[in-house]
């Protein structure tokens, strides 16, 4: 696999894939977002000052206006 690619399971990709975009995200505001879809667990975590929380969310929505 090429070190460039983002591994994605087929199931719930579209939650997967909008968890690693707002992981993206958050490390633009010192934050992190812990994603674990091994094994049947769907869980995306968020990890960081929560005062960014608005900021980041709002970067993200603006990529899909």
Same mark, same amino acid.
């Given at each position: $696999? &090429?070190? &460039? $690619?983002?591994?994605i399971q087929f199931e719930d990709a579209n939650f997967e894939i909008m968890a690693r975009i707002v992981k993206a995200a958050s490390h633009k505001y010192n934050c992190d977002v812990k994603i *674990? !879809?091994? &094994?049947g667990v769907r869980k995306a975590v968020f990890m960081? *000052?929560?005062e960014m929380r608005p900021h980041i969310i709002e970067?993200?929505?603006?990529? !899909?206006e």
């Open positions: $696999m &090429n070190s &460039n $690619m983002i591994p *674990d !879809f091994s &094994n960081g *000052d929560e970067e993200v929505l603006d990529i !899909f």
